[in-house]
């Protein structure tokens, strides 16, 4: 008998794969082991289950072990695969203090990311949480209840109990800070104003949400002011002071009091499970693979958040971890090891987010230095348009940024931010761009016209019209 597909990592990507093998092959073995006890989670929805808006823990998982029993998976969780022998074709893997080995025919590594805080002093403190996973989430709604309330969701078998009944039994906070101001610091803000919790957001930059640009970063700033978020911009967090728990932010301008501590300040890819192998690791430390997610190594495959995708613009190698990628990469991965090659498909980095009522989407490049060093000219135009034709009720101005090479004319980017159906707009920068479209061909698309839905020009054809003016 052939030794089976195994999969490391029992989330998106892995899953993914594990499926689409398990479908294409009822006949083969595919084992995923997961080390934690969640699988198939919804990660992009913990703000909103902290913030309330999800009312239970359940909600946010995609399968359950019995789900993933019925496809024909062999899903071992509390299980981690510590060392990986390309040689031998081989993991070993610890459960409860014991080693086992388990031969592989195909490997696929999909170990996902972490939450990265080490560089701020203090992180380790009580109070201090950053929010990548389930058990976080878990504990961050548990500490913004009130004393005597029921633990939040400990009836579900995977919830950390302990650190859940811990956090229940502190006085609800009144002060809190978030150390970043990118997508999940932007998002937690709106879940602790829900909370009715004093937030300040402190970001290094001059800017929120720097991968959007300084139009939507500035948008943004405004609205989250409105409601009611205290923005320290060009302030860095120097330490985070306490006794046991965290009690002080120490930052460039002074001192604040606080009672729990938010850090987002981005991911870092786990691929030292790869350490002493010959797979090769990417420039931006995650791994290195090629259109079929392939590694370095024969047989062996990565997917996921800690692997890199080749870039739409740039036809490079890019890490940028998103939900769509690992989900899309996995399956492609698991149809190529069922025997059927396919590709993981290329990404452009599109992303939206919500700032309480902005909304705020993005795609390509859009960062000059960065398209300057990618070997492009790029040009950029921002203009605010209306949402719908302007007797209609319910519109918002809706602000778009387009970036292109100035040589060739083709789309490398764009931003879009408003209050009315902004975000779902930047699908269509995000299809030209796969398209390498030009700005000229963006300008003559034929998009949908109703008042209820947009102006006639509707306003990604107005930013296309008034940068191909430029180019002209």
Known sequence: MADPFVVVG????????????????????????????????????????VKGEVEHVTDLLSLTPADVADRGIDLRREREVVAVDTDERTVT????????????????????ARAVSDPVDGHSLDGVFTLHGIDSACAIRAALADPGTEPVDTDVDAVDRETVERYTAWDPPETVAVV????????????????????????????????????????????????????????????????????????????????????????????????????????????ATDEHGRTSVDGVYAAGDCAEDRHAVTGEPAWVPLGLTANRAGRAIGQTVA?????????????????????????????????????????????TAGSRSGYYPGGDETTVTLTADRESGRLLGGAIT?????????????????????VPQLERL??????????V???VLVAAKVLNGHLE
């Not at 290094?204 to 500035?218: K, N, Q, T, V, W």
């Not at 923005?231 to 001192?255: I, K, M, Q, S």
């Not at 902005?358 to 060093?373: K, L, S, T, Y």
């Open 10 to 49: 029992g989330d998106a990507a892995g899953l993914s794969a594990a499926s689409k093998f398990a479908r294409e092959r009822p006949d083969g073995d595919v084992i995923v082991y997961e080390k934690g006890r969640w699988i198939s989670y919804a990660h992009c929805g913990t703000p909103y289950y």
């Open 180 to 287: 970043g101001g990118g997508y999940v610091g932007v998002e937690m803000a709106e879940a602790f104003r829900a909370h009715g919790v004093e937030t300040h957001v402190f970001q290094r930059s001059g800017h929120l949400l720097p991968p959007f640009g300084d139009a939507a970063g500035e948008r943004v700033a405004d609205h989250m002011r409105e409601q009611g978020v205290t923005l320290h911009l060009d302030c860095a967090v120097e330490e985070l002071a306490g006794g046991e728990r965290v009690e002080t932010v120490v930052h460039e301008d002074g001192r604040l009091a606080v009672d729990l501590v938010l850090v987002g300040i981005g991911i870092r890819p786990n691929t030292e499970l790869l350490s002493g192998t010959p797979v090769e690791i990417g420039d931006s430390g995650a791994v």
């Open 93 to 112: 893997v610890v459960h409860n203090g014991e080693q086992s080995v388990q031969p592989y025919s195909d490997l696929l590594v999909a170990t996902g």
């Open 418 to 438: 408003g209050r009315d159906r902004a975000a779902i707009r930047i699908d269509t920068l995000a299809t030209a761009i796969e398209r390498d479209t030009t």
């Open 339 to 383: 025997g059927d090659p396919s590709p993981v498909g290329d990404i452009a980095g599109t992303a939206v987010v919500k700032a309480f009522d902005m909304e705020c989407g993005r795609v390509g490049i859009i960062d000059h230095e960065r398209a300057e060093a990618d070997g492009f000219d790029p040009v950029s135009e921002t203009i």
């Open 446 to 455: 034929d998009l949908a016209y109703a008042p209820p839905f947009s102006p």
């Open 457 to 459: 020009w509707d306003p």
